[in-house]
């Protein structure tokens, strides 16, 4: 039961460098989130899905894109990277929008942009 | 508005003492929900706890119960029976409903240590 997987653990990027941060699911949830996590910060949503074919901009979406093209994989595409995209990346996803359903979380992408 | 306050950047606690990890909310919405995260120095994000607006009781799992006081908009988690695995990072969250879907909030977290 591999719940949400995210790859790589670590990256470091140089400033207008392109990557793309892998996310996978296997627990056929249709709710996606990706969400930075900023040193002594709490997590801020960069973008979020809730069923294939379908994207919304959260928070902080600058400087992001994602895809869904399966309910399994939402893909997080940084275009030119920048030192302010230094952070923490976590993927999560959830059966349900309401009631007592947390996210699951994956274990995080630490990205460094040089 | 911040939508999550947590206060307490760190806190410190006696192996086998309970301990209160505060957190208060902002929001208009008559429904929404209520979460607790832990993050161990591993990174990874696990939930802990949910209460949702409209629960007359407070939640409880286990060795972690929700302090829910709706009027005051206070969400505070209490964890008996410390132990050495719960030193980690607590997050409070809140689920909102928007005219967008739901949007999902979170503190900035409280640093807990349990001491031997």
């Known amino acids: 039961n591999a719940g949400v997987t995210q790859t790589p653990k670590f990256r470091i990027l140089k400033i207008g460098q392109s990557m793309t941060l892998q996310c996978t699911q296997d627990m056929n949830h249709n709710y996606m989130y990706w969400y930075r996590q900023d040193p002594g910060m709490g997590l801020k949503l960069i973008y979020y899905s809730v069923g294939a074919g379908i994207t919304d901009k959260g928070e902080v979406p600058n400087g992001y894109n994602v895809s869904r093209s399966t309910t399994e994989d939402f893909p997080l595409r940084l275009e030119l990277a920048a030192p302010s995209q230094t952070s923490v990346y976590f993927c999560?996803?959830?059966?349900?929008?309401?009631?007592?359903?947390?996210?699951?979380f994956g274990s995080g992408t630490r990205l460094t942009v040089v | 508005a911040q939508k999550i306050t947590q206060t307490q950047p760190g806190m410190f606690v006696q192996e086998k003492e309970a301990v209160t990890l505060d957190c208060t909310y902002d929001t208009s919405d008559q429904s929404y929900g209520l979460f607790w995260y832990k993050q161990p120095s591993s990174g990874e994000m696990i939930f802990l706890i949910y209460q949702g607006s409209y629960d007359e009781q407070n939640a409880t799992e286990g060795r972690y119960s929700l302090n829910f006081q709706k009027a005051r908009k206070s969400a505070n988690l209490v964890i008996s029976a410390s132990q050495l695995g719960d030193s980690a990072m607590y997050f409070c969250?809140?689920?909102?409903?928007?005219?967008?879907?739901?949007?999902?909030?979170f503190g900035t977290g409280t640093s807990l240590t349990v001491i031997p």
């Open positions: 969250a809140m689920r909102e409903v928007t005219n967008t879907g739901n949007q999902f909030y």
């Open positions: 999560a996803s959830t059966l349900y929008q309401t009631g007592p359903y947390g996210y699951t």
